[in-house]
């Protein structure tokens, strides 16, 4: 039983590609016990309990994830065409709305990502009331400001100031988590004084 116990385990608790490994050990364990004559009952019995496993599994992980993140909810900034939100909702978060406003990035979004709502707008006209609340929000501020590839502007760039506007949006809406996103320079930028700037401006409303 220890075999059987350990397949059904191993199926339900990893993620859905790994399911591959827990068929192929259980056809293997299938062949051993048939070069053992192992009693045709303990077999059927073996071989119910894998695919009962299975079909459980593939219930749980429809959505890749979600069973043990089922409440979890995000919003996400400056969502681009969507690829974080991909990557968190991959982790089993519900992304349930998201903000972007290129044109052009937003028809590519909403093109792939039908069941989140998706505000074409400027994140300077956003109001408080038309952004829901979730447990995480995800952001990648603009990062032409910080970037090496670009004048580095910082704050004095008007795309840099927008961090100023998503901290008043973290501010109010008091999420568990945040999550940011830049270019590897914004550590280097301004000789460590941005970032500086932009950790003490966090751990002033809660966040560390």
Same mark, same amino acid.
């Given at each position: 039983?220890?075999?059987?116990?350990t397949?059904?385990?191993?199926?339900?608790?990893?993620?859905?590609?790994?399911?591959?490994?827990?068929?192929?050990?259980?056809?293997?364990?299938?062949?051993?016990?048939?070069l053992?004559?192992?009693?045709?009952?303990?077999?059927?019995?073996?071989?119910?309990?894998?695919?009962?496993?299975?079909?459980?599994?593939?219930?749980?992980?429809?959505?890749?994830?979600?069973?043990?993140?089922?409440?979890?909810?995000?919003?996400?900034f400056?969502?681009?065409?969507?690829?974080?939100?991909?990557?968190?909702?991959?982790?089993?978060?519900?992304?349930?709305?998201?903000?972007? %406003?290129?044109?052009?990035?937003?028809?590519?979004?909403k $093109? =792939?990502? !039908? /069941?989140? &709502?998706?505000?074409? #707008?400027?994140?300077?006209?956003?109001?408080?009331?038309?952004?829901?609340?979730?447990?995480?929000?995800?952001?990648?501020?603009?990062?032409?400001?910080?970037?090496?590839?670009?004048?580095?502007?910082?704050?004095?760039?008007?795309r840099?100031?927008?961090?100023?506007?998503?901290l008043?949006?973290? %501010?109010?809406?008091?999420?568990d988590?945040?999550?940011? $996103? =830049?270019? !590897? /320079?914004? &550590?280097?930028?301004? #000789?460590?004084?941005?970032?500086?700037?932009?950790?003490?401006?966090?751990?002033e409303?809660?966040?560390?």
């Open positions: 039983m220890v075999e059987l116990v397949i059904f385990v191993f199926g339900m608790l990893t993620h859905y590609h790994f399911i591959i490994i827990s068929i192929l050990i259980s056809v293997i364990l299938f062949i051993i016990m048939l053992k004559k192992v009693k045709i009952s303990r077999i059927l019995t073996y071989v119910g309990i894998n695919v009962l496993g299975l079909l459980i599994y593939s219930i749980i992980y429809k959505n890749e994830g979600e069973f043990f993140m089922i409440n979890v909810t995000a919003s996400s400056f969502a681009g065409i969507g690829g974080t939100c991909i990557g968190f909702e991959q982790a089993g978060v519900k992304v349930i709305w998201a903000n972007e %406003k290129d044109e052009n990035a937003c028809k590519t979004y $093109e =792939n990502r !039908k /069941n989140t &709502e998706l505000v074409q #707008k400027d994140i300077r006209e956003l109001s408080i009331d038309e952004i829901p609340d979730t447990q995480i929000l995800i952001a990648g501020f603009p990062c032409q400001a910080f970037s090496i590839a670009g004048k580095r502007g910082g704050f004095n760039d008007e840099g100031l927008l961090f100023f506007d998503l008043k949006i973290i %501010k109010a809406k008091k999420n988590v945040i999550f940011l $996103e =830049n270019v !590897k /320079n914004l &550590e280097n930028h301004d #000789k460590g004084k941005t970032l500086k700037i932009i950790i003490n401006k966090l751990n409303i809660g966040y560390h």
